[in-house]
């Protein structure tokens, strides 16, 4: 459950802001961004996530993220555009996930999805990682 609620986002831009591999992330609004998405902090698989655009578009997928007791505390994190890679099936969003165990890497996760939304109807690759 730690490492899934989005409040981690908002502490690591706290403790490494400007971080090449970090997104800006807060909890008290979007601070100024144009381009961000607004998470709930206990989401699961993109659940009550809105993509906010500069021209006032917003994305989601149509659902909802209802969890007692969670208040409907919120995350805001920079936007950043996903690849999309045309396919058999149209559109095609990738995203990896790590595995990282004491330092070391143990496995990848692909999921891909059809809008820039990952959500329960992504497809997914897992593929582990061995010494040879």
Known sequence: MF???????????????????????FADGPNGMTDFVVKPVFGREGDGIAVHRADGSVTTNGSEYRRA???GERVWQQYHELPDF???RGHNHPVLGSWVVD???FGVGIRESDGPITDYWCRFA????TAS
Do not use: M, Y
Not at 18 to 23: P, V
Not at 126 to 129: D, T, Y
């Open 86 to 88: 045309p396919g058999s």
């Open 3 to 25: 490492l899934s609620n989005k409040l981690l986002l908002v502490a690591l831009w706290r403790l490494f802001p400007g971080h090449e591999n970090l997104l800006p992330a």
């Open 126 to 129: 897992p593929n582990v990682i």
């Open 69 to 71: 007791g969670t208040g």
């Open 103 to 105: 330092g070391e890497s």
